[in-house]
């Protein structure tokens, strides 16, 4: 009986967790086109509800509605099957996320590895839709793909064990607390190099501007959806904003102290903030990097598929190297305020 | 109870996974099935409390190496009637050798030489708070430093092995340099030259 209201209550959880979420992508998806238009002096949707804001809702039924068109030499099972492999990781990733203190689905202490290990099986979703649609669109736009998402986890990867080294914890909620403090005590700073490389990988492997060569219009059609329409097509589409998302709030915990306000800590400053709940600041952080996104793709023209695999192989992974060793003597002579 | 229920669930999966990994006829379809057997025996490591090794299984098998493989079968145009020409020929060579195999694996296992309370480190008080990744570390930085540092060196000469395998220079194909992009300067590709305008009368003439 215990198990089972136990069961219920995790049950619950993820709902609270899954529910917001899946809002959020939907009011990203009215942002973006929000965002870009007003970059290039357009109005973007305004037509449906006060300020367009029931766009999403009208996109999304639009999609439920219309048919699932299987190509006829498609491998059937796996074709449909891909978009909820693309979609599962993204949703599954935030189990292990801390919104604030103690406000967390699983405290675990791999917590780090395992939002590695679920952003990487990300790719399953592109690779399997872009073999199994049986075009070649779709295969090119997957094989681009699979390059980059793997050359990237590298430079993330190692980015991500320079936090782990200043915070000496994988916990994710051991990290925030490790920045403890105000703006400057945030590991931004120390860890600059690694937070830029952090947030260029992240936006490579979501597979976003300028790094969208997978689904390069231009070139490939849409690359590795190409053959997706209807509701397959929206687990797509959900499974990139939610990773945006994720990349974003990861960022967030990383690098720019979680839940805690910028003023934590400060004489006057600090209890003059202290009512606001945790989370809005976490939410607050969040949503500059999601509108960084925005203006990346925005402003930024496509990178060219070479000169990516150069950017990730001859650039991001070499500064990271250096600068975990770099960071090891800051480490190691306990400079402050962060590692005393 | 319900632990054992999941465990015999994924272990159930996981050897339905394995025996299709050998018996599919697509070579992708047995890529795919590898994959769902290393992360049903991920969801096993970390029932077992391994969650260190648990998610590194996920995160370097399935998320690097798996993907690299269905790279690679995805590219190739395989001959699957060419794949199964001989299998009887070798089959009458390949029974005794599995059967060998499966000897010698009940031999050692069965032995009771690894049973958990044998070895020596399993006796080891482990800390309540010390997390899994933690203990991992400072067995492998301290008792096992010279084997872990000797496969890290072996690992890194196959890479750089690999990596001039495959380096071939071609001769005649033009490549880029970045360097020489960037340090470019106006005055190198631009030439503002002053031509006075000839009118058209005097051409005429």
């Known amino acids: 009986m215990a198990e089972l209201t136990e069961f219920i209550w995790i049950m619950a959880k993820i709902v609270a967790i899954l529910v917001p979420l899946i809002l959020a992508v939907a009011y990203l998806t009215y942002a973006e086109r929000r965002v870009i238009g007003a970059i290039q002096a357009r109005n973007g949707p ?19 509605f219309k048919e699932v068109v ?23 990733a935030w189990a292990v996320m801390p919104f604030s203190d103690g406000l967390v689905l699983s405290d675990i202490n791999a917590g780090l590895l395992y939002i590695l290990a679920m952003t990487s099986l990300g790719v399953y979703g592109v690779i399997i839709a872009g073999w199994a649609s049986n075009s070649k669109y779709a295969m090119l736009g997957a094989m681009r793909s699979a390059a980059q998402i793997v050359s990237y986890e590298i430079a993330m990867g190692f980015a991500l064990v320079g936090v782990l080294m200043a915070a000496g914890s994988m916990n994710l909620s051991g990290i925030v607390n490790a920045q403890a403090g105000p703006i400057w005590n945030w590991f931004w700073l120390p860890l600059l190099p690694l937070f830029v490389v952090y947030w260029i990988s992240g936006v490579a492997e979501t597979n976003r501007a300028p790094f969208d060569v997978a689904e390069g219009e231009s070139e490939i059609v849409a690359g590795f959806h190409v053959e997706y329409s209807g509701t397959a097509f929206a687990l797509f589409f959900l499974a990139e904003y939610a990773n945006m998302i ?64 150069r950017l990730g192989w001859k650039v991001l992974i070499p500064v ?20 005393n | 109870m319900i632990e054992q ?73 395989l001959n699957l009637g060419s794949l199964r020409e001989g299998f009887m020929r070798h089959f009458y060579i390949g029974v005794p050798i599995a059967v060998l195999m499966a000897v010698q694996m009940l031999l050692v296992v069965g032995s009771g030489l690894f049973a958990p309370e044998t070895l020596p480190e399993a006796r080891m008080p482990i800390p309540e708070d010390a997390g899994n990744t933690h203990m991992l570390g400072s067995v492998l930085y ?32 033009r490549h880029q340099d970045p360097g020489k992009q960037v340090r470019v300067r106006k005055a190198d590709r631009l030439r503002v030259v002053n031509i006075p305008s000839a009118s058209r009368k005097s051409e005429q003439e």
Request: net charge positive; aromatic share 16%; with cysteine.
């Open chain 1, 46 to 64: 305004n037509r449906v509800g006060p300020m367009g804001l029931f766009q999403p809702f009208a996109d999304v039924f639009k999609l439920l």
């Open chain 1, 70 to 92: 299987v190509p006829s030499n498609a491998n059937r099972f796996l074709f449909l099957i891909a978009p909820m492999l693309s979609l599962m990781p993204a949703l599954a």
């Open chain 1, 246 to 309: 994720l990349i974003a709030a990861l960022a967030v915990i990383m690098f720019m102290g979680g839940w805690y306000s910028p003023f934590h800590g400060l004489p006057v400053l600090g209890p003059l903030f202290d009512w606001v709940p945790g989370i809005v600041w976490f939410v607050l952080k969040m949503c500059i990097f999601l509108y960084l996104y925005l203006a990346f793709r925005a402003t930024f023209p496509r990178y060219r598929y070479d000169q990516i695999m």
């Open chain 1, 320 to 339: 990271t190297v250096v600068w975990l060793v770099v960071l090891a003597f800051m480490i190691i002579v306990g400079l402050g305020p962060w590692f």
């Open chain 2, 5 to 77: 229920l999941i465990f015999y669930v994924f272990a159930l999966v996981l050897l339905f996974a394995a025996t299709m990994v050998i018996t599919v006829r697509n070579p992708v379809h047995a890529a795919l099935f590898l994959v769902l057997a290393f992360f049903n025996s991920a969801v096993l490591w970390v029932m077992a409390g391994a969650e260190f090794l648990g998610i590194v299984l996920v995160l370097v098998y399935v998320g690097a190496v798996m993907v690299l493989f269905l790279f690679v079968v995805m590219m190739l145009d």
């Open chain 2, 142 to 173: 301290t008792v096992y430093v010279y084997p872990f540092e000797l496969a890290a060196v072996i690992l890194l000469v196959a890479i750089i092995a690999a990596i001039m395998l495959t380096l071939r220079r071609r001769e005649g194909t």
